[in-house]
């Protein structure tokens, strides 16, 4: 047979030959493969929508659009492994869709064709995927934030000793701290829904990159897909990449912050530490040493926070030195590392969650602790500096030598007293302090400093409390913000369906 008289080829007319099949086994089968776990919805909604704008331009007649539908509906509910398997001679994961579409369509190609109308491939496909995924990641975080508010409340009077540079520095509360965590994570919060509204716009319609000259309504197919605005610029269109970096970059901003917890809680859960046990159904035994109960949950969890970041840096990487315009690296390649920096956080964050749930704290010898390592006695020095109206500075010299004194002598915080004090007042200022012993004693007490240190975001209980009333609201808000977008997407869907399932009816019923 002539190269005139060849059967069609699928996407490869404009070539002779075929493809390697190194290059297809290797590189195009993979891109399918990936293209069909994340695309195969998004894109059976998007050939509804455009195939209903066109109908309503006027460039596709009823009756075609109602085929076309038809087949779509088909096609939907045969489900992703009808356009497998990979076909070197279609290549793309569209083109692999339009040939299992063509059969389920009156008049086949001749018919289904015309959805290719004022069309290329960049779809707003990938947005329409991470918009699913940036709600569920949303969610996840929400769950987290409302667990550590209702930890931070129950253990808003569990004193325990702060740490700086992995020393105790000064008391504070497990509550104190779970709110910290909180708070980071509420700032990530507004980072992802930033990259939701950055993803949030249809690109369909721009054409190649410079639209169309027939008589298109860009802005229906934005409602029809259930998008809040419009990619304008149409080579803005194919060629923006934002969205990846934001949420990749939202998404490592998170992970970082729950990497931080898991190392802090590996550390409280060692044997050295003993402050907090993570439980059982936390924990994991050891193959050959029976008296192992290890934290490797934590350790998975790490993991996942570093491989988040690399799949950050992958995303950012892939574009950094890509011309402004659609390439496969902007259309594909960018997208394998941000999906997998998704994957991760979804395993991580219900997982944490669920662990701060049910972890156990030693109470007591989380207070015992702080009063032994002497993290009140910053509060000491103030109270020199106070009554003896000394500089801080002074002050601060004259505890620094008490706490020398002490170690040197193998004592404790609790075992701190005046005659030592004042030893180390009369080498620092050459005398002895007015201090009585229990003014001294109320000094180095942890309950008593955390119960003192009561000003906005310190760890006094009350405090503690009022900030988690209010961050207790605002997690309601924007839980609600969230549903809200949600709640449009599945609005638009149901919407295009029944526009669909109309138009098939109605070219039935004729």
Known sequence: MNKAAAAPTGARDRMDGSL????????????????????????????????????????????KAAGILAGLDRLEAAGVEAIRPFDPAAEYFYMHVEKALNPLVPGGETTAGDLNLGRTRPEPLSRMALRAVLLRVLNFVLDLRETLLARSDAEAETVMAGYTHLLHAQPTTLGHYLLAIHDHLERDTERLFAAFDVTDRCTLGCGAMSGTSLPIHRERVQRLLGFSGLCENTIDCVAAADHVTASAAAMASLMTVVGRLCQDLYIWSSQEFGLIDITDAFSSPSSLMPQKKNALVLEYLRSRTARTIAAMSGSFGVLHNVGYMDTEEVELECY??????????????????????????????????????????????????????????????????????????????????????????????GRHLKLDQPALAASLDPRSFVQRHAGIGAPAPGEVRRMVKERVHRTGVARARGQEKEQAIRAADSKLREIAAGIVAGAENE
Request: charged share 25%; glycine share 2%.
């Open 336 to 429: 394998q590392p941000l999906f997998e920096a998704c994957t991760l956080t979804e395993q991580a964050l219900p997982t944490i969650a669920k662990l701060i749930e049910v972890m156990k704290p030693d109470r007591d010898l989380m207070r015992i602790r702080a009063a032994q390592g002497f993290s009140a006695v910053s509060a000491l020095a103030e109270v020199i500096h106070m009554s003896e109206r000394l500089s801080y500075r002074s002050a601060h010299r004259v505890v620094a030598r008490a706490v020398l004194l002490a170690s040197r002598e193998g004592k404790t915080g609790t075992e701190m007293d005046l005659a030592l004090l004042n030893r180390a007042a009369t080498e620092i200022i």
């Open 20 to 63: 390697h099949p190194v290059f297809s086994a290797r590189i195009l089968e993979p891109n399918f493969e990936f293209n069909c776990r994340h695309y195969f919805a998004p894109l059976i909604a998007a050939h509804r929508a455009w195939i209903i704008m066109l109908m309503e331009c006027g460039l596709v007649d009823r009756r």
